[in-house]
């Protein structure tokens, strides 16, 4: 994933996960998106991450909601050496990466959920509340780079316009915010520099480089064969 879509995949996520309610599938995307560490390091929160996802969302139909999520991974651990569906990598772990784990599962409980999503209101409540929670599951890097401005730069638009939804419902925000994001050109201010050009037969004509590889000779393409045509030979062409 390029570093400047990461920001807005991460809402895009976010959004999706509030709007399934933080359904198995949809949780499991969002933290394994990797912004989402909960002040983290990369490593680790893929490795929390990981027990999570095998130990309760792919295997356990149990997880009636969110809030239930820290419990289930507890109980999977209390119950680990007799539990026959548990994954046999599971455990093998030691007790430290459960407890990261369960504190990792307890950390994005607690962002997600709070503060509670509402019901109706204005478009600016809940466009608060993603970005708190986007915050909390990102930190400052959420904000970060170019795509951290672009992102910021469509907050703001929103929050301008917001006075114009004060009354609607989750569905209809995560509309406008998706279609706000999916308009807006997230471009690097500074592109990375390759050594790789591509050029036309003009522009390379100006350049010096070290190294030239000719793509497009084929027969017939390069050099082009000469134009019989149908009204004048080659000696009269060459005479007019």
């Not at 996960?17 to 909960?38: G, K, T, Y």
């Not at 509670?116 to 986007?134: C, F, T």
């Not at 084929?218 to 134009?227: I, K, M, S, V």
Request: net charge negative; hydrophobic share 45%.
């Amino acid at each position: 994933m390029a570093p400047e879509a990461l920001a807005t995949s991460l809402l895009h996520l976010l959004i999706d996960a509030m709007s399934a309610e933080f359904s198995p599938e949809s949780l499991a995307s969002l933290m394994r998106h990797p912004m989402c560490r909960l002040g983290r390091t990369p490593e680790a929160a893929r490795h929390a991450v990981s027990i999570i996802e095998l130990a309760v969302l792919r295997s356990d139909p149990g997880l009636s909601g969110l809030a239930t999520l820290p419990g289930l991974l507890r109980e999977k651990n209390l119950n680990k050496a007799d539990d026959r569906t548990l994954h046999a990598t599971l455990k093998r772990l030691p007790q430290e990466d459960w407890d990261e784990a369960i504190a990792y599962a307890q950390d994005v409980t607690h962002a997600l959920l709070d503060p509670q999503p509402g019901g109706s209101e204005a478009l600016g409540g809940h466009l608060d509340r993603l970005v708190s929670i986007g915050e909390a599951l990102a930190g400052p890097e959420l904000w970060a780079g170019d795509a951290g401005e672009a992102l910021a730069g469509v907050v703001a638009v929103l929050r301008q316009e917001a006075d114009m939804l004060r009354q609607c419902n989750f569905t209809r925000t995560a509309s406008v915010i998706r279609h706000l994001l999916q308009s807006t050109a997230l471009r690097p201010r500074n592109p990375r520099r390759s050594r790789l050009s591509i050029l036309g037969l003009l522009e390379a004509r100006l350049m010096r480089p070290d190294l030239a590889v000719l793509g497009g000779l084929n027969e017939g393409a390069w050099p082009g064969l000469p134009d019989a045509g149908p009204w004048l030979n080659r000696p009269m062409r060459d005479t007019l």
